[in-house]
């Protein structure tokens, strides 16, 4: 059993930078992929970028390429995005999600391939 806890959200002006933590508990952490996906009112939750259980692999949606970046730590069982150049249509409750690497990838990119979620972390970005 994995548990995932989101910190680091808050409310930041257009331009500005938050890095989120995923802490995780569960000694398999460290060998399952792991990804970020938001959620903003009233829209579905879509995938923000994903990361293989190494770290060596990342993926990002074409909106936050060049802008953030994901990255874990897999002796302190934890998972960062890093959120430069924030603007507001990145509003949104920001999820972390943990899951067993699925045979022929190396990340998973959709919702429905990750068992593990945390509670989701606000972000706000004002214009």
């Known amino acids: 059993q994995v548990q995932l806890v989101e910190s680091g959200g808050g409310l930041v002006q257009t331009g500005g930078s938050l890095r989120l933590s995923c802490a995780a508990s569960?000694?398999?952490?460290?060998?399952?992929?792991a990804g970020w996906f938001r959620q903003a009112p009233g829209k579905e939750r879509e995938f923000v970028a994903a990361i293989s259980w190494s770290g060596g692999s990342t993926d990002y949606t074409d909106s936050v390429k060049g802008r953030f970046t994901i990255s874990r730590d897999n002796a302190k069982n934890t998972v960062y995005l890093q959120m430069n150049s924030l603007k507001p249509e990145d509003t949104a409750l920001y999820y972390c999600a943990a899951g067993p690497t699925p045979r022929g990838r190396l990340t998973i990119l959709r919702p429905s391939g990750y068992n593990y979620w945390g509670q989701g972390t606000q972000v706000t970005v004002s214009s």
């Open positions: 569960g000694r398999t952490f460290s060998s399952y992929a």
